[in-house]
């Protein structure tokens, strides 16, 4: 009797082994990460967005002072005194500081570059100011590309918020007129450059 040749061809696959293809597994597999990945950034974003600011209901306690100059000068080298405290624009480094939050005093000559870029400099006077350095901070995270915070122990009043040509001094954190003043003011400047 003849023995049986087995077929080599394999029986179709049925249900979910014909479904599941390495191909389609893979497939899915992108996409699923793919809008998991998408949801987290919108939620991020959204958990992370500024509280709305009503312009109207808060009056711009800022004060305007006129551009001395746009000039770089040389790290250290001399220039006429700045017509603020915080200064708002003049003469300053050709190098930005990158926006984020410093615990240390940065150099004015090189903030004012930040400022010529359209960003708004939040500095806090006193070292040990944690209440101070925490609302600053906060408004930070909020608007990341254009908010930059140190310490400048030179300012007059416990916090200081510059933008270009406009300074804003306050005696207490006034969390409602800081944010006002980023949102008037942050890329405001001859160059409008994230940082």
Known sequence: MPSKIKSSRRTPATGLRRYLTVERVVI???VGFTILFLAAMVMGSVVNAP????LAAVPD????FPIQSREHIQPGAQHPPYNSNPPTGGWHY?????TGVYTE????ETLVHNLEHGHVWLSYRDADDEEALAVLRDLQRFY????????RPQNDTRIAAAAWGRLL???EPDVAQLQAFVVRYR???PENIPG
């Open 28 to 30: 899915g597999g992108a």
């Open 51 to 54: 509280p709305d600011v009503n």
């Open 61 to 64: 306690n800022s004060q305007a």
């Open 94 to 98: 050709a190098q930005t500081a990158r």
């Open 105 to 108: 005093a940065l150099a004015d």
């Open 144 to 151: 990341p590309d254009y908010v930059i915070v140190t310490h």
């Open 169 to 171: 001094t306050l005696d």
């Open 187 to 189: 890329e405001r400047a």
